[in-house]
C-alpha cells in the first residue's frame, strides 16, 4: 500500500512538472495586424496577452533623452533624436514616435540571443523597441542599421520567466519588418506584405502554415482556437477581407475589429490548453495621421493621444498619462499627461 501511495504521489508530481512546463511555454500570446493596402490610413493593430495582470500607463519622451543598454562596457548608448509616446508595463512593449514608425514587441519562445559576450555591443531587451523608436524614422533605416550594425540583445527575467520576444515595426509608409533572434543573430523579414505576427511557432514557419488555408494557397478551413498559428491565420484572413474606409475612423474601426476577434478572453484554461493567456490590453496607432489609441480590456474606454499636441521638444520633460491609478480616462488625453520621473525598466540577466 505505501509503495502504491508513493508511486502515485511521483505520478503526481511528474504531471505537475508536465502542466507547469506546458503552461510556461503556452502561457503568452500576443498579436499583431498592420492594414497598409487601405488608401487611407497606415494603421496596426496589437494585443498584450498575459497569464498575469500587465497594468500599462503611457509616457510622452522628448528628444534630447540619453540612454545607454543597461549591459556593461560594451553596452549600446545614444541620444534620442525623436520624441515617443510608449505604453510602458516593466518594459517598453509598444510604442510610436513623431515620424510614424511604431513597433511592437511579442513573445515567442523560440526565441535564442546566444551566450552573453561582453566584447561585443550589447542592448536590454526592454529597451531593444525603445532604441528603434528613439533612432529611426523609418522600417528601412531601423532595419540597414540592424543588418549593418550587429548588436546581442541580452534577455531579462520578467514574473520568473526569461524573456524571449521578437520585435515587429512598422512606418507611415507602409513599411514593415519583424525580427526574430534565432541561433543567436537576428532574422529580418523586410517587406509591406508582412503585416501579421503573432507567437509560435516562429516566423517562418508561420507563413508556411497561413498557405494551407482557404484564401492563401490551401483548403483548409478558417482556424479558431486560441492558439498562436491559429491567430496568425484569421489575422491575415479579417485583414485580407476587410471593406474599403471612407474615412480615418473607419480605419481605425477596421484594425479594432480584426484585433478584437484574435483576442484571448478571460477565463480558465481547459486541460487541453493550460493557461490560455487573456488579453490585458490593445493598441492601435495611426501612423498617417500619429494617433495613438489604447484600450484596456478592464475599461469599457477606448483612449487617444494626438502626438502632435505633445511637447517633444528637447529639454520639455518626460511626462505621463495614469491608467493605473485613473482606468476611467475616456476620449482625446492628449492634454492630460503630467510631468513625472522617469520610469525604470526590467534589468538585464548578466550573471
Same mark, same amino acid.
Given at each position: 500500500?505505501?509503495?502504491?501511495?508513493?508511486?502515485?504521489?511521483?505520478?503526481?508530481?511528474?504531471?505537475?512538472?508536465?502542466?507547469?512546463?506546458?503552461?510556461?511555454?503556452?502561457?503568452?500570446?500576443?498579436?499583431? $495586424?498592420?492594414?497598409?493596402?487601405?488608401?487611407?490610413?497606415?494603421?496596426?493593430?496589437?494585443?498584450?496577452?498575459?497569464?498575469?495582470?500587465?497594468? &500599462?500607463?503611457?509616457?510622452?519622451?522628448?528628444?534630447?533623452?540619453? *540612454?545607454?543598454?543597461?549591459?556593461?562596457?560594451?553596452?549600446?548608448?545614444?541620444?534620442?533624436?525623436?520624441?515617443?509616446?510608449?505604453?510602458?508595463?516593466?518594459?517598453?512593449?509598444?510604442?510610436?514616435?513623431?515620424?510614424?514608425?511604431?513597433?511592437?514587441? #511579442?513573445?515567442?519562445?523560440?526565441?535564442?540571443?546566444?551566450?552573453?559576450?561582453?566584447?561585443?555591443?550589447?542592448?536590454?531587451?526592454?529597451?531593444?523597441?525603445?532604441?528603434?523608436?528613439?533612432?529611426?524614422?523609418?522600417?528601412?533605416?531601423?532595419?540597414?542599421?540592424?543588418?549593418? =550594425?550587429?548588436?546581442?540583445?541580452?534577455?531579462?527575467?520578467?514574473? !520568473?520567466?526569461?524573456?524571449?520576444?521578437?520585435? $515587429?515595426?512598422?512606418?507611415?509608409? !507602409?513599411?514593415?519588418?519583424?525580427?526574430?533572434?534565432?541561433?543567436?543573430?537576428?532574422?529580418?523579414?523586410?517587406?509591406?506584405?508582412?503585416?501579421?505576427?503573432?507567437?509560435?511557432?516562429?516566423?517562418?514557419?508561420?507563413?508556411?502554415?497561413?498557405?494551407?488555408?482557404?484564401?492563401?494557397?490551401?483548403?483548409? &478551413?478558417?482556424?479558431?482556437?486560441?492558439? &498562436? &498559428?491559429?491567430?496568425?491565420?484569421? !489575422?491575415?484572413?479579417?485583414?485580407?477581407?476587410? =471593406?474599403?474606409?471612407?474615412?480615418?475612423?473607419?480605419?481605425?474601426?477596421?484594425?479594432?475589429?480584426?484585433? *478584437?476577434?484574435?483576442?484571448?478572453?478571460?477565463?480558465?484554461?481547459?486541460?487541453? *490548453?493550460?493557461?490560455?493567456?487573456?488579453?490585458?490590453?490593445?493598441?492601435?496607432?495611426?501612423?498617417?495621421?500619429?494617433?495613438?489609441?489604447?484600450?484596456?480590456?478592464?475599461?469599457?474606454?477606448?483612449?487617444?493621444?494626438?502626438?502632435?499636441?505633445?511637447?517633444?521638444?528637447? !529639454? $520639455?520633460?518626460?511626462?505621463? #498619462?495614469?491608467?493605473?491609478?485613473?482606468?476611467?480616462?475616456?476620449?482625446?488625453?492628449?492634454?492630460?499627461?503630467?510631468?513625472?520621473?522617469?520610469?525604470?525598466? #526590467?534589468?538585464?540577466?548578466?550573471?
Amino acid at each position: 500500500m505505501k509503495n502504491e501511495k508513493r508511486q502515485l504521489k511521483k505520478v503526481f508530481i511528474v504531471a505537475a512538472i508536465v502542466i507547469t512546463s506546458i503552461a510556461l511555454k503556452y502561457a503568452d500570446a500576443c498579436s499583431r $495586424a498592420l492594414w497598409n493596402d487601405n488608401k487611407q490610413a497606415v494603421v496596426v493593430g496589437r494585443t498584450l496577452d498575459w497569464f498575469m495582470p500587465m497594468p &500599462a500607463d503611457l509616457y510622452s519622451l522628448p528628444r534630447g533623452i540619453k *540612454r545607454d543598454g543597461m549591459t556593461g562596457k560594451n553596452t549600446l548608448t545614444w541620444t534620442a533624436k525623436y520624441g515617443t509616446i510608449v505604453t510602458y508595463s516593466q518594459a517598453v512593449s509598444d510604442g510610436m514616435n513623431e515620424k510614424g514608425l511604431s513597433g511592437h514587441l #511579442l513573445w515567442l519562445a523560440e526565441s535564442d540571443y546566444g551566450k552573453f559576450d561582453p566584447e561585443k555591443p550589447s542592448l536590454n531587451i526592454s529597451l531593444w523597441l525603445q532604441y528603434y523608436l528613439d533612432n529611426f524614422a523609418t522600417v528601412k533605416g531601423a532595419v540597414e542599421f540592424t543588418e549593418k =550594425t550587429p548588436f546581442q540583445i541580452v534577455p531579462a527575467t520578467i514574473d !520568473g520567466r526569461k524573456s524571449g520576444v521578437h520585435l $515587429a515595426i512598422e512606418d507611415a509608409s !507602409g513599411d514593415s519588418a519583424v525580427i526574430e533572434y534565432l541561433k543567436g543573430k537576428p532574422t529580418i523579414y523586410h517587406g509591406k506584405e508582412f503585416t501579421v505576427m503573432t507567437n509560435s511557432p516562429p516566423y517562418e514557419e508561420q507563413l508556411k502554415n497561413l498557405k494551407q488555408y482557404q484564401g492563401f494557397g490551401g483548403d483548409k &478551413a478558417l482556424p479558431g482556437t486560441t492558439e &498562436a &498559428a491559429d491567430r496568425f491565420v484569421r !489575422g491575415a484572413y479579417y485583414l485580407k477581407h476587410l =471593406t474599403q474606409p471612407k474615412s480615418n475612423r473607419e480605419c481605425v474601426a477596421g484594425v479594432l475589429s480584426v484585433m *478584437r476577434n484574435i483576442s484571448a478572453p478571460f477565463g480558465e484554461s481547459d486541460p487541453g *490548453r493550460p493557461n490560455i493567456s487573456p488579453t490585458r490590453w490593445r493598441t492601435v496607432c495611426d501612423l498617417t495621421n500619429l494617433v495613438y489609441f489604447f484600450e484596456s480590456t478592464t475599461s469599457p474606454n477606448i483612449i487617444w493621444v494626438k502626438l502632435k499636441e505633445l511637447d517633444f521638444s528637447e !529639454g $520639455a520633460g518626460i511626462r505621463k #498619462l495614469d491608467l493605473v491609478k485613473n482606468p476611467d480616462r475616456v476620449g482625446d488625453c492628449s492634454r492630460q499627461f503630467e510631468p513625472s520621473e522617469p520610469f525604470s525598466v #526590467l534589468k538585464p540577466d548578466i550573471e
